[in-house]
């Protein structure tokens, strides 16, 4: 007796089990119209993800089921959505540290500024008195004096004093002129003092005539 058998089980059978090779990553089989989250489920899913934006297999599960959603659509949205969170905090990140890369230049270049205008100051002190200086001195300068600072010309110094014990003046500027031709060691010395503020703030010993 020849019996007919079914294969209808089995073909069944591998029907089932290859389902999942043919879903697409919004959980929805291949060759089916992509379902649209509807505006109520984005709302749901999106305070969900701001209470916090990891979430446990079983959360996204009850969120699956409460929102007639399938469990992976609702990972992938989740796994989306982070992605998008991470790049804006990147973005933030690089807005905050470029503002402050910004005003960090702009103090470095107001310090380079200023230390500039500083140089050109302290360089331009000696013109005025190099204004004076001769091409050929009339005499040479004996050689253990010629390391030191030596004036080879004249050379006028503005010294501004404050006068005690005096109610009449507060104070006065000496106008002193040295010449250098006559004594280029003490002049030049003098000078060379001038320009490194060692008078500045000293007290003047008052000498009165005997």
């Known amino acids: 007796m020849r019996r007919s058998m079914s294969f209808s089980g089995v073909e069944r059978s591998a029907q089932v089990h290859g389902d999942d090779d043919n879903m697409s ?20 899913l999106e305070n969900n993800f701001e ?38 905090q990147l973005e933030k990140d690089y807005d905050i540290m470029k503002k402050q890369f910004e005003a960090l230049k702009a103090d470095n270049d107001a310090l380079q500024a200023e230390n500039k205008k500083l140089h050109e100051e302290a360089y331009s002190i000696p013109i005025g008195v190099e204004e004076d200086m001769v091409d050929g001195f009339p005499y040479e300068v004996p050689e253990e004096y010629r390391s030191m600072p030596l ?32 004594a280029p060691v003490i002049a030049g010395n003098f000078v060379d003092l001038v320009e490194r503020h060692f008078y500045d703030g000293m007290e003047i010993q008052r000498c009165e005539n005997v």
């Open 51 to 88: 209470l916090g934006n990891k979430h446990e297999p079983e959360r996204k599960m009850q969120l699956a089921r409460a929102l007639g959603l399938q469990p992976r659509q609702v990972a992938i949205w989740f796994q989306n959505r982070r992605a998008r969170w991470k790049t804006k």
């Open 151 to 182: 004036l080879k010309g004249r050379a006028a110094v503005d010294m501004k004093v404050k006068v005690k014990d005096n109610r009449n003046v507060d104070e006065c500027v000496f106008h002193i002129v040295l010449d250098g031709y006559n």
């Open 25 to 44: 990553d919004d959980g929805s089989q291949l060759g089916e119209k992509k379902k649209r989250l509807n505006l109520e489920q984005l709302n749901t």
